[in-house]
Structure formats: C-alpha cells, structure tokens
Nanobody, 118 residues
C-alpha cells in the first residue's frame, strides 16, 4: 500500500508560479511511475505530466514548456513545477502512482487546489 499526500497548491495570479509536492509512503518509491493529473470543475480528470520509474517523461501539450516534473527518490517525493500559469490551469491537482507492471494508476492522493486568477 502506498499513501500519497500532495501539497503546495494555492491561489496565484496569471503568469505566476507554484510548485506542487507529492510525498509517498513505502520503501520502493523508485520502482513506481508517478503521474500528475488535474480536474477542473465539470470536466474530466486529465493527465498533466509523468515521471516514469525508468526516467521517461511525459507532458500534456497544454503544459509543455511551462511545467516540469521531477522526483527525489531519496525523499520519496515527486514535484510539479508550474510556471507561466494561466487561468485555464485552475483545477484540483492529483498525484498518482503505479508499479512498472501495471497499466492503470493504483494509488491516488487527495488532491490540492490550484487557482489562477486573471
């Protein structure tokens, strides 16, 4: 069982920056692919960025060049640095984890609200 706890959300003006953190429990963090998702009101939850267990990165087109995902396996933590924020980035952001052998994400955090004002 893995527990994920996000932090770092808040209210920021357009053009500003935030860094989200997701701390994971467990001793095999390095073997998990970590993903960041977001869900805006009335919309589906969508993937934002992924840092896989073997170092592969993925970004949604909407955040490429503005967001950066990173991880510190020694601290069991994955980060999402968000720059040049736009009002359309407003959402609840979730981190998720899955083992390398799984197709679906197995564990989810509780989410952290990011609000970007125009």
């Amino acid at each position: 069982q893995v527990q994920l706890v996000e932090s770092g959300g808040g209210l920021v003006s357009a053009g500003g920056s935030l860094r989200l953190s997701c701390a994971a429990s467990g001793r095999t963090f390095s073997m998990y692919t970590m993903g960041w998702f977001r869900q805006a009101p009335g919309k589906e939850r969508n993937i934002v960025a992924v840092f896989s267990w073997n170092g592969n990165l993925y970004y949604a087109d909407s955040v490429k060049g503005r967001f950066t995902v990173s991880r510190d396996n020694a601290k069991n933590t994955v980060y999402l640095q968000m720059n040049s924020l736009k009002p359309e980035d407003t959402a609840v952001y979730y981190c998720a984890a899955k083992r390398s052998t799984r197709n679906e994400y197995e564990y989810w955090g509780q989410g952290t609200q990011v609000t970007v004002s125009s």
